[in-house]
């Protein structure tokens, strides 16, 4: 038995020894780094502190990862259930549910350890230590219990990790005994949840394993019918009417993926107003945004893999041999993705909207003073240029994204996953910068990180002029217009100039000084005709990727 | 050859590299409507690519392509508009109903029949409001085929549909090819490993090994014209192996306990003149089955035989 | 009209067909002037190729056991009436050839056979 134990644990770290290994260097690898490098590089303006601590968290993700031990068994359901190969050993149920979550457990906790003791510089009790690591004990269990659980609808998952969580929290507060109001007990009790919690995860654990080794359905489906009224999710009694091919692609682009990108801002957004409802900070929906933003740029990779959760692009075949043209396959994508990003962008503009109605104005700031300077019929049009300039640039990111993801080439990927960190840097950069900058808003603009790297480089912007109208010669040509013709282009082409030419007209009525407004316009030709690329781009990598 | 609106699928000199390793090799096919064409040949041996050109997921490198006359890769809504398919993984849309996928698909087809669809998916049993991923892989293959035929395709595509599925579903496939020939000469494509089935359904055998085709004639002709015959080994010597070699169609000479095994690819009358100019001397002589053919054109499977 | 097909003793399709046919009509459960299946029903019902049955029907039409109508179908023959001479004489010959093969094998001449031919107690009988 302590072979077969040793061959399991064998398994489980060879098998994710690139996690183990990364998770294990990343700690003390940035220490070196901080204690002879960075500190004096980057200590001004981050605290190391902080940074090691991220860092921390960011491996010990990684480890947790590593170790969350749930197996692709089916094709269907990508990382779902405890890899059926090992329910097969000859080892008794409680042995294989132990060992891997203990493993997990030991190395996580004496990695924090780790760091605490040796690599930072916080002292803490003995007491904290074992909370710390109780915590991660219990939630490893816990998140491997339901992990294991097969058939378990994604709600309850949630809502059982959610109450597990509570329960940490509510343990954590009472042993830290936050408010220093109750008895000495607290410490105790607190102790005493945080242990029931390890111990009740890895019970059910086994529970779980033994079922699924009985092949018992281990199935307790709450029933909530009241989320199926609300329409949450795809009503299945009643069938759509579809008068052509394009049009039920239409509907199985929405329902098999773009539907994902208004509802994830949707719930943001709804988690947003809450809690400004209860008068939470700016900083909160600062993050929200943030989140928002990611997922708008994440949307990219949901429309053009072919399967929600699903990492790849090659375009499955039962898309590839519906009987419509490369133009209209590629269309109902970015059709899709279009009306997704509409909707989410609605989403997106009601939080700030509804939070200020809530919360009312914020106090006045410096920025705030600029705005008084301006007249209202100035700050219209500058409100309606923001909304149009925001939502082409959310369309041209993940269009573009998703444009170019849709070849399934590696290339591509890369530039992809280039391009948009390179946004996100760039974002963030502007967020910081402009968080900080008083003045009016061209001082701030002429300041910030995305207008210098474009001022400076105004070669960035002719390649994107150069490359569309290349593209659009391109059209002409037999093989290209074989693939779409003008005509069909047309009506994307009008919607692009259209958005241009209103956002022309309110950029030309803010008066701004001629070089900065000759500049806005230039940048402005250049957003929407990045926003029409994606319609020529989209086609031709459909083609490559539908005719290998 | 055949006038080119007859033919259905068209066929000439395709080649395919895959890093390096030729998938298809110089292809020539020709399918006439109303046909039934078998494809057979080892694991990897180039018929699911075959197949992978004809419905347009493949550029054609070298040679060309076309179906009902045109080229899959240019055209891919009119070729695959009267196509049928069925591969082995029906890699069906699992978040959907059975009734939203045969919703779905009756968008795609001018020629979809609402009643026989409903009909097919009746004959299956299966509950309509079932989602595809709660199926097991019988029942999704059901599910794709009352898909694949429900608007009477011109032709119908099924690439090794069988495998791994049990009689039943396999009997339904079956059926549904012949029903494609029966109603107005409507064509299949069938590639598969079991070789019972294709003996049964196809009137052309098309076998493929690594990558070329090595035999293509019509399914009678295949099996009337592949004979074993037994020869003494004295008999064997005073001919030489020489002349046995030289002997028309010959596929292979096996020795088996003091006897040869002379397996040969040749019409009656053929053979008949060729042992008499030998005055060849015959101990028996049977018609091959169509597991010894495919034994006897594949060559790795023949090593393996041997040892 | 019942048929059966096996794929396990290497007998061709058509002529599994048209021996079930032969014995069906014998043994007089396919009586004189009676349809026999389409051929598309006997396709779909056995599951083989409609051309294996077409070939089949074509072959006992050429052996006289069935005949075709314009328009209608296959139907069973009066066998006494429909069996030519000349059909008769080439199964014979058939016969013959596969005589003298198995013959020449054994080294018996041609002129041996002819006599053990006269020499038969079924061919005296005739005499």
């Not at chain 1, 939080?351 to 700031?365: A, D, N």
């Not at chain 2, 196509?83 to 045969?102: K, N, V």
Request: hydrophobic share 50%.
């Amino acid at each position: 038995m302590v072979l077969m134990i040793r061959a399991l644990l064998w398994e489980v770290l060879y098998k994710n020894r690139l996690g183990l290994t990364i998770g294990l260097i990343i700690v003390p690898l940035v220490w070196l780094l901080l204690e002879t490098y960075l500190e004096k590089a980057i200590g001004d303006f981050l605290p190391i502190g902080k940074v090691s601590f991220a860092i921390m968290l960011l491996s010990v993700l990684f480890l947790y990862t590593t170790f969350s031990y749930v197996d692709t068994n089916s094709k269907e359901k990508a990382n779902e259930g405890f890899p059926t190969h090992i329910l097969r050993l000859p080892l008794p149920t409680w042995v294989l549910s132990v060992v891997p979550i203990l493993l997990g457990t030991v190395v996580v906790a004496s990695f924090i350890l780790m760091w605490i003791n040796v690599f930072s510089d916080f002292e803490l009790s003995w007491l904290m230590q074992f909370t710390i690591c109780s915590v991660a004990g219990a939630f490893i269990s816990w998140s491997q219990a339901i992990n294991w659980g097969l058939n378990t609808p994604m709600i309850q998952k949630v809502v059982l990790l959610l109450s597990v969580i509570a329960g940490l929290v509510f343990s954590v507060l009472a042993i830290f005994d936050i408010d220093e109001s109750s008895s000495a007990y607290s410490k105790l009790y607190g102790s005493l949840g945080l242990i029931l919690l390890l111990l009740s995860g890895y019970f059910f654990c086994f529970i779980t394993l033994l079922r699924t080794r009985r092949s018992d359905n281990f199935q307790f489906r709450l029933e909530l019918s009241f989320l199926n009224r609300l329409r949450l999710f795809p009503n299945n009694t009643k069938l759509a009417n579809f008068s052509n091919g394009l049009s039920a692609q239409y509907w199985y682009e929405w329902k098999s993926l773009a539907y994902v990108i208004p509802l994830t801002i949707g719930l943001i957004s709804i988690v947003e107003i809450v809690a400004s409802m209860f008068g939470a900070e700016r900083k909160i929906i600062l993050m929200g945004v943030m989140m928002m933003t990611t997922v708008f740029l994440m949307s990219a990779h949901f429309m053009a893999c072919n399967k929600l959760g699903s990492e790849k692009f090659n375009i499955l075949p039962h898309c590839a041999t519906r009987p419509l043209s490369d133009f209209d396959l590629a269309i109902s994508k970015l059709n899709m993705l279009a009306l997704g990003v509409v909707i989410a962008y609605l989403f997106f503009i009601s939080v700030p909207v509804l939070s200020i109605y809530i919360i009312g104005l914020p106090e006045t700031t410096a920025s705030s003073n600029a705005i008084e300077n301006i007249s209202l019929a100035k700050m219209i049009s500058t409100l309606i240029l923001a909304l149009i300039v925001f939502l082409a640039i959310f369309w041209a990111a993940s269009a573009n994204g998703c444009a170019i993801l849709l070849r399934d080439s590696k290339l591509m990927f890369i530039l992809n996953i280039t391009g948009f960190m390179g946004l996100g840097v760039l974002f963030l950069g502007s967020i910081i910068y402009f968080k900080g900058q008083p003045g009016d808003f061209e001082t701030v603009l002429k300041a910030s990180p995305a207008y210098q790297l474009v001022s400076e480089n105004p070669h960035l912007l002719s390649l994107i002029v150069t490359g569309a109208i290349l593209l659009l010669i391109a059209f002409l040509l037999p093989p290209f217009r074989r693939i779409a013709s003008l005509s069909q282009l047309r009506t994307y082409g009008l919607i692009c100039a259209t958005g241009l030419v209103i956002s022309l007209v309110l950029v030309w009525s803010l008066e701004l000084p001629t070089k900065a407004s000759a500049f806005a316009s230039y940048s402005l030709v250049n957003l929407f005709l990045l926003c029409f690329l994606p319609f020529l781009v989209a086609p031709i990598s459909v083609a490559k990727n539908r005719h290998r | 050859m055949q006038s080119a609106d007859n033919l259905i699928i068209n066929i000439q000199g395709l080649s395919r590299e895959f890093d390096k390793h030729k998938a298809l090799d110089n292809i020539d096919l020709q399918v006439e409507s109303g046909q039934v064409i078998g494809i057979v040949g080892e694991n990897g041996a180039g018929k699911t690519t075959l197949i992978k050109h004809l419905l347009g997921l493949y550029r054609a490198e070298q040679g060309s392509v076309s179906v009902f006359g045109l080229d899959p890769v240019n055209n891919p809504a009119e070729v695959l508009g009267k196509i049928g398919y069925l591969s082995e993984q029906p890699d069906l849309p699992g978040w959907m109903t059975i009734a939203q996928y045969m919703n779905y698909m009756s968008a795609f087809y001018t020629g979809w029949d609402d009643s026989y669809a409903s009909n097919l998916i009746k004959a299956t049993s299966l509950d309509i409001n079932k989602k595809i991923k709660s199926l097991s892989k019988g029942q999704q293959a059901r599910v794709g085929l009352c898909a694949a035929q429900a608007h009477k395709p011109e032709l119908l595509l099924l690439d090794e549909p069988s495998s791994g599925l049990d009689p039943l579903v396999r009997k339904e496939i079956l059926s549904a090819a012949i029903r494609t020939v029966v109603d107005d000469g409507r064509s299949v494509v069938f590639s598969s490993h079991f070789l019972d089935e294709v003996e049964r359904i196809c009137d052309h055998l098309v076998m493929f090994s690594k990558g070329k085709i090595v035999l293509s004639a019509p399914m009678s002709e295949v099996l009337e014209h592949h004979k074993i015959l037994i020869i003494g080994s004295d008999e064997f010597k005073r001919v030489g192996n020489s002349n046995i070699e030289k002997l028309p169609g010959l596929l292979r000479v096996k020795e088996k306990r003091g006897e040869y095994l002379v397996s040969l690819n040749i019409s009656d009358d053929l053979l008949l003149s060729a042992t008499d100019s030998l005055s060849l001397k015959i101990i028996d002589k049977r018609l091959m089955t169509l597991d010894e053919i495919f034994v006897c054109y594949c060559p790795e499977q023949q090593a393996v035989n041997g040892e | 009209m019942h048929l059966t097909i096996s794929q396990r003793d290497g007998v061709p399709l058509y002529l599994q067909i048209i021996n079930q046919i032969k014995q069906l009509i014998n043994s007089g459960r396919l009586t004189v002037d009676q349809e026999l299946l389409p051929i598309r029903v006997l396709a779909e019902e056995l599951l083989i190729n409609p051309n294996t049955v077409a070939r089949a029907y074509r072959e006992l039409e050429a052996e006289g056991w069935v005949y075709k109508k314009r328009g209608s179908g296959t139907f069973v023959s009066d066998q006494k009436n429909t069996l030519s001479d000349e059909l008769c004489k080439r199964q014979i010959k058939e016969r013959i050839e596969v005589l003298l093969t198995e013959a020449h094998h054994m080294n018996i001449s041609t002129d041996e056979v002819i006599e053990l031919i006269l020499n038969s107690p079924r061919h005296k009988q005739e005499d």
